[in-house]
Nanobody, 121 residues
Framework: QVQLVESGGDLVQPGGSLRLSCAASGSIFSIPFMAWYRQAPGKQRELVAN???????NYAASVKGRFIIGKDNAKNTVYLQMNRLKPDDTAVYYC???????????????WGQGTQVTVSS
């Protein structure tokens, strides 16, 4: 079975930085697409950033210029470097991936369990 495990969430002061990681494990043939979402209390889950296997990435307007998404294909891992954090960035951050488990299979959707990021003084 495939699993996504996030790490790196923490309490940080406004203006600080954090780096989130999400490692995919299990029977993996390829990972065409990975993304980070977040959900703040009382709000809907929203896309933060995504990255395709070729390296193309996209960002929500609210984080563009502050966050950087990257990946290590050899480790099946996606990262989210978060800089100049604001209280509005406080949320549970979720990793999402579309993963193929075999050469003849289509990609299936997987979610991580979430990691809490709190930005507060």
């Amino acid at each position: 079975q495939v699993q996504l495990v996030e790490s790196g969430g923490d309490l940080v002061q406004p203006g600080g930085s954090l780096r989130l990681s999400c490692a995919a494990s299990g029977s993996i043939f390829s990972i065409p697409f990975m993304a980070w979402y977040r959900q703040a209390p009382g709000k809907q889950r929203e896309l933060v950033a995504n990255i395709f296997s070729g390296g193309t990435s996209n960002y929500a307007a609210s984080v563009k210029g502050r966050f950087i998404i990257g990946k290590d294909n050899a480790k099946n891992t996606v990262y989210l470097q978060m800089n100049r954090l604001k209280p509005d960035d406080t949320a549970v951050y979720y990793c999402y991936a579309e993963i193929r488990t075999g050469v003849l299979t289509t990609a299936e959707n997987y979610w991580g369990q979430g990691t809490q990021v709190t930005v507060s003084s």
